[in-house]
C-alpha cells in the first residue's frame, strides 16, 4: 500500500526535514536561463521578437555561462523581471551592488 509522503515526512527526524527543505529552497531558487524561459511560459521565439534578436541568438545566450550585464538584464527584463546583483559574505550580510541598478532596457543583445 502507497504512503502519503507527508506521513513519511512526519517520520523524519527535525534535522533530516530542515535539510531537505533547505535543498528544495535552494533548487528554486537556482534556475538556467532556459528554465527561466520556460518556467515563465516563454518560447524562445517569443523572447527573440521581444528582445528583437532572432531564435538563435536567445539559444546562445542560454547555454553561455559568461555575458555582459546588461545583456543578463535585457534578457530578465524582457521576461517581466529585473535583474538584482548582489554581493553576499559569509557573515550574512549582503549588499546591492548600486551601478548595476540602473540598467536601461537595451536591444540588439550581444
Same mark, same amino acid.
Given at each position: 500500500?502507497?504512503?502519503?509522503?507527508?506521513?513519511?515526512?512526519?517520520?523524519?527526524?527535525?534535522?533530516?526535514?530542515?535539510?531537505?527543505?533547505?535543498?528544495?529552497?535552494?533548487? @528554486?531558487? %537556482?534556475?538556467?536561463?532556459?528554465? #527561466?524561459? =520556460?518556467?515563465?511560459?516563454?518560447?524562445? !521565439? $517569443? +523572447?527573440?521578437? /521581444? &528582445?528583437?534578436?532572432?531564435?538563435?541568438?536567445?539559444? @546562445?545566450? %542560454?547555454?553561455?555561462?559568461?555575458? #555582459?550585464? =546588461?545583456?543578463?538584464?535585457?534578457?530578465? !527584463? $524582457? +521576461?517581466?523581471? /529585473? &535583474?538584482?546583483?548582489?554581493?553576499?559574505?559569509?557573515?550574512?550580510?549582503?549588499?546591492?551592488?548600486?551601478?548595476?541598478?540602473?540598467?536601461?532596457?537595451?536591444?540588439?543583445?550581444?
Amino acid at each position: 500500500m502507497a504512503k502519503k509522503f507527508s506521513t513519511l515526512l512526519e517520520k523524519m527526524p527535525h534535522e533530516r526535514r530542515t535539510k531537505i527543505e533547505r535543498e528544495v529552497q535552494e533548487l @528554486r531558487e %537556482e534556475l538556467s536561463l532556459a528554465k #527561466l524561459r =520556460s518556467a515563465m511560459e516563454l518560447t524562445q !521565439q $517569443a +523572447l527573440a521578437t /521581444t &528582445l528583437e534578436i532572432d531564435q538563435a541568438q536567445v539559444a @546562445r545566450m %542560454e547555454k553561455r555561462t559568461d555575458m #555582459l550585464i =546588461s545583456t543578463l538584464s535585457s534578457y530578465v !527584463q $524582457a +521576461l517581466g523581471g /529585473t &535583474l538584482e546583483v548582489r554581493a553576499s559574505f559569509p557573515d550574512g550580510k549582503v549588499y546591492n551592488i548600486a551601478q548595476f541598478s540602473g540598467l536601461a532596457k537595451t536591444t540588439g543583445v550581444e
